[in-house]
C-alpha cells in the first residue's frame, strides 16, 4: 500500500506515519509512505506529479523488498485522499510515468477532498483560482467511468462539507456501476479517523483490512 499524508496540500510528512507503516506491515500489508512537494513551493499539478512518480517507484520497486507489484493499493487521508483518488480516475498523472490506474488494486481515501472549488480560501494557494483548472482537479469530476474499488471513509465530526462530498463521490461511482464502499466512522473528527487508524483493533483498520483482502488477486 503507497499511503499519501494529509496537510492541506502546504504541510505534513511521511516520518510522522512510521508507526502506520508498521502497524500496517504487522498484518502482512506492506507499506511506502512518500512525501511530495508542498504549496507555496508548488501548485497543482506539482503533488499530484510526485504522487504519480511515487506510485511508479513502488511499482517498480516493491518486489526487492517482498511485496507483488500486482497487488498495490493506495490510501490517503485529507488532502492525501484528494490526491490517491485523483490519481485512478484521471489517468494523465500516471501515464506520464508510463503506469495505469488498472495496476491499483483498490483506493482507501480517509476523509478526502474530492472537489475543488475556486474562490474558496484553502484551495487557493494549492490549485489558484481558474475554475476550469479547480474542477479538472477534482476526483468527483473524473469519477463517471470503470474505476479501481474505492473505500471511501469519513468522520462523524469530520470537517464541514466533507461528509457530502465522500456522499457524492460513492453516490457517482456507483453510479458508473464502479465498485466502492462508504463508511462513516463515529465518535472521530478529521485527525482522530488517521490516529485510531494505526490500531489493529479500530473498527475503520478492521474494514480496511477487509477491503484489501478481499480485492487481492
Sequence with gaps: MLFVHGGSWKSGNKNIYASLGQSLANDGIGCV???Y???????HPGHIEDVAKAFAWT????????????????CGHSAGGH???LL?????????EKHAPGEVRGVAALSGVYQIVAGEKVFDVPFGKDEKVCKLA???AHAAGKHPPFFI???DNDFPRLDKMAEDMHAALKKAESPTELIKCKERNHYTIIIQFVNDTDPLNKSFRAFVQKNCK
Design 83 to 85: 490526491l490517491v483518488s
Design 153 to 155: 471513509a469519513y468522520a
Design 59 to 74: 511499482a517498480e520497486n516493491i518486489a526487492k523488498y517482498g511485496g507483488k507489484k500486482d497487488q498495490l493499493f493506495l
Design 88 to 96: 485512478v480516475t484521471d489517468p494523465q498523472y500516471l501515464k506520464a
Design 33 to 35: 509512505i512518500c512525501n
Design 37 to 43: 512537494r508542498l504549496s507555496p513551493q508548488v501548485q
Design 138 to 140: 477534482s476526483p468527483l
